[in-house]
């Protein structure tokens, strides 16, 4: 069984009447909901209000955190972003969605700004680059998505280990949408498509992506804490 928990702060759905109408229960109900089919996964939500929820307890028993934010970035406490970095460190899995590259915990993990360009209102095709990978298993060569806002270089990223998806839009630019990287024991992915105006979350194709990613980030080996232990040699009783 594979503990998810889904942090989304959940302005933009109260905000704003347009962005309900596509998300009515917030983009962390939608996520849930998709996920929450699989008998694999077991999901939970939290969102800005509650975000005093992701305890150590609640991370400890989280294998993956999916972290959706944009407006509110900097009400999320640092020790919380601390935490969850920690966890990491630890094994847990990470997937910042969208807007969450200026996620405090995300750029906790890159040690960069994880700047970017941008401009609403675009098209995009999603081209999947690394087939052979398992968060692109059972997508095509791309995936269409008819409304999305446009994300463009130079992304302020550390190179990814793996580049997975490249974005391209119909106003010209490309983007590096779908990224991995090894951050102590734990997996990180990023994904770019996602923005709250748009029904992305609801393309079956970026739900796939999505679950596949979860799969792919559940850790396979996890400490409790961070050590840095004196040990004897091993060959002290040769
Ligand atoms: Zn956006």
């Known amino acids: 069984?594979?503990?998810?928990?889904?942090?989304?702060?959940?302005?933009?759905?109260?905000?704003?009447?347009?962005?309900?109408?596509?998300?009515?229960?917030?983009?962390?109900?939608?996520?849930?909901a998709f996920l929450g089919k699989n008998e694999d996964m077991k999901v939970k939500t939290v969102t800005l209000s509650t975000v005093e929820e992701l305890t150590d307890e609640?991370?400890?028993?989280?294998?993956?955190?999916?972290?959706?934010?944009?407006?509110?970035?900097?009400?999320?406490?640092?020790?919380?972003?601390?935490r969850v970095y920690n966890?990491?460190?630890?094994?847990?899995?990470?997937?910042?969605l969208h807007s969450a590259h200026f996620s405090k915990p995300f750029r906790r993990l890159m040690g960069t700004t994880c700047s970017l360009c941008w401009r609403e209102g675009d098209r995009e095709r999603l081209w999947n680059i690394m087939p052979s990978h398992p968060i692109a298993q059972g997508i095509g060569n791309y995936v269409e998505i008819p409304a999305e806002e446009m994300y463009g270089e130079r992304f302020d990223i550390p190179a990814p280990d793996e580049l997975v998806f490249m974005g391209w839009f119909k106003g010209g630019e490309v983007?590096?949408?779908?990224?991995?990287?090894?951050?102590?024991?734990g997996k990180v992915f990023y994904f770019?498509?996602?923005?709250?105006?748009?029904?992305t979350y609801h393309i079956p194709e970026i739900q796939r992506i999505i679950t596949n990613a979860v799969r792919?980030?559940?850790?396979?080996?996890?400490?409790?804490?961070?050590?840095?232990?004196?040990?004897?040699?091993p060959e002290a009783n040769m």
């Open 1 to 32: 069984m594979i503990n998810v928990t889904i942090y989304n702060e959940y302005l933009h759905e109260v905000e704003s009447e347009e962005i309900a109408a596509v998300y009515p229960d917030g983009i962390h109900n939608c996520i849930a």
């Open 58 to 82: 609640l991370l400890n028993n989280t294998d993956v955190l999916l972290w959706w934010g944009h407006m509110a970035h900097h009400k999320v406490p640092d020790e919380i972003s601390e």
């Open 87 to 96: 966890r990491v460190m630890c094994g847990m899995g990470f997937i910042a």
């Open 175 to 185: 983007f590096r949408s779908g990224c991995t990287w090894y951050r102590g024991l």
């Open 192 to 199: 770019q498509p996602g923005h709250e105006s748009n029904p």
């Open 216 to 233: 792919w980030a559940a850790p396979l080996y996890t400490l409790p804490q961070i050590d840095c232990p004196h040990v004897e040699s």
